[in-house]
């Protein structure tokens, strides 16, 4: 097994601006630990005959075909707005 990483607790905090008590960084830097060993165990089963995949059940696109259709006009589409003016529909402003 390889050796497992060790990653600075007490640095990464610094950098993360968090002020934590020497309790808390043992704490922490323990379960890191813990976490880097079980992750290290992932490695252990031969998955070379596994298939590479992004879901563990397949998955299809289960969309139309993209053909090109009549859309609507201008004036459709303008038809039910509230407010129109030129050819455009007229909002609220809500950026100022």
């Known amino acids: 097994m390889a050796e497992l990483a060790q ?8 950098l993360a601006r968090l002020d934590l008590t020497k309790e808390e960084t043992k704490l922490f ?3 890191l ?11 252990e089963p ?3 005959y596994v298939e590479a995949a992004a879901h563990a059940v397949p ?10 259709r009549a859309g609507f006009t201008a004036e459709e589409a303008l038809s039910n707005a509230p407010r129109q003016a030129n050819g455009l529909f007229i909002v609220t402003k809500v950026v100022e």
């Open 59 to 68: 998955i299809f696109n289960i969309f139309r075909e993209d053909e090109p």
């Open 46 to 48: 031969d998955t070379s």
């Open 33 to 43: 630990g813990r976490v880097l060993e079980y992750a290290e165990k992932l490695r």
């Open 7 to 14: 990653i600075d607790v007490a640095h990464v905090a610094k």
């Open 29 to 31: 830097q323990a379960q």
